[in-house]
C-alpha cells in the first residue's frame, strides 16, 4: 500500500489475519471464483496456497488450486469447489489471508494499510491529534480518518506534503496540520 492509494476498500485492523478480497461470483462452469481484491498485491496473492473464508459466523479454510487475474479481478479454483452451484453458494465471503504473506516485498515507504489502523497521529510539535479509524480510496487518492479523544472525526489526505511521517517500528504517524485540517481542541 503506497501512500497515493492502491487500496480500493476500508481495511480494518485483524492481526494474524488480513483480508485479501472478496467473493463477488462465480467464473465460468469448473467451480471457478471471481474476487475483488487489493491492486499491486498480485505478486503476493500469487503465492497464497489457503485463504480463509469469512462471512457473519461462518469461518472455514480453502485450499487454492489455481489463482489468476483477469480484467481487474482475481479468479480463483479451490480444490474442493467443482461447480457452478458450489462456487456461487461463496459469493460475499471475505478473503483472509496470514499478515505475513502480503507483507513479504513490500517496497520503501509501502506499508499494510492494517498496520495504520488504530495508530496514534501527532502534530509536528508531536502534539497528539487523534487515532487512525480508517483508510479509504476516493479514486484520485486514499484519505485516512483521525478521530480525537472528543470522537470527533477528521478526513486527511493521505499525500506526503500532509502525512510526512509514517513509521511502522515507532507506531506514530506525523501529520503536518496546515490551518483548517484537524482542529486543535
Given at each position: 500500500y503506497k501512500r497515493q492509494g492502491l487500496s480500493n476498500r476500508k481495511f480494518f485492523m485483524n492481526k494474524e489475519y488480513l483480508s485479501a478480497g472478496k467473493?463477488?461470483?462465480f467464473y465460468g462452469i469448473k467451480g471457478e471464483v471471481r474476487a475483488g481484491y487489493t491492486h499491486g498485491r498480485e505478486k503476493q496473492l500469487e503465492m497464497v496456497k489457503e485463504f480463509i473464508l469469512e462471512k457473519d459466523n461462518d469461518k472455514f479454510?480453502?485450499?487454492?488450486?489455481?489463482?489468476r487475474f483477469h480484467k481487474g479481478q482475481m479468479?480463483?479454483?479451490?480444490?474442493?469447489?467443482?461447480?457452478?452451484?458450489?462456487?456461487?453458494?461463496?459469493?460475499?465471503f471475505i478473503l483472509k489471508v496470514k499478515k505475513?504473506?502480503?507483507e513479504q516485498n513490500l517496497e520503501e515507504d509501502e506499508f499494510l494499510i492494517a498496520d495504520l489502523v488504530g495508530?496514534?497521529?501527532y502534530d509536528k510539535k508531536m502534539k497528539l491529534l487523534g487515532t487512525i479509524k480508517f483508510v479509504a480510496d476516493q479514486g484520485s487518492g486514499s484519505i485516512i480518518s483521525i478521530e480525537n479523544e472528543q470522537k470527533k472525526q477528521?478526513?486527511?489526505?493521505?499525500?506526503?506534503d500532509?502525512?510526512?511521517?509514517v513509521d511502522i517500528q515507532k507506531q506514530m504517524i506525523v501529520i503536518n496540520n496546515i490551518p483548517g485540517l484537524v482542529d486543535e481542541e
Open positions: 467473493i463477488v461470483g479454510p480453502l485450499k487454492v488450486e489455481a489463482l479468479i480463483i479454483k479451490f480444490v474442493t469447489v467443482d461447480s457452478v452451484d458450489d462456487a456461487n453458494d461463496l459469493k460475499g505475513s504473506i502480503l495508530l496514534p497521529a477528521y478526513l486527511v489526505p493521505f499525500v506526503k500532509l502525512v510526512p511521517v
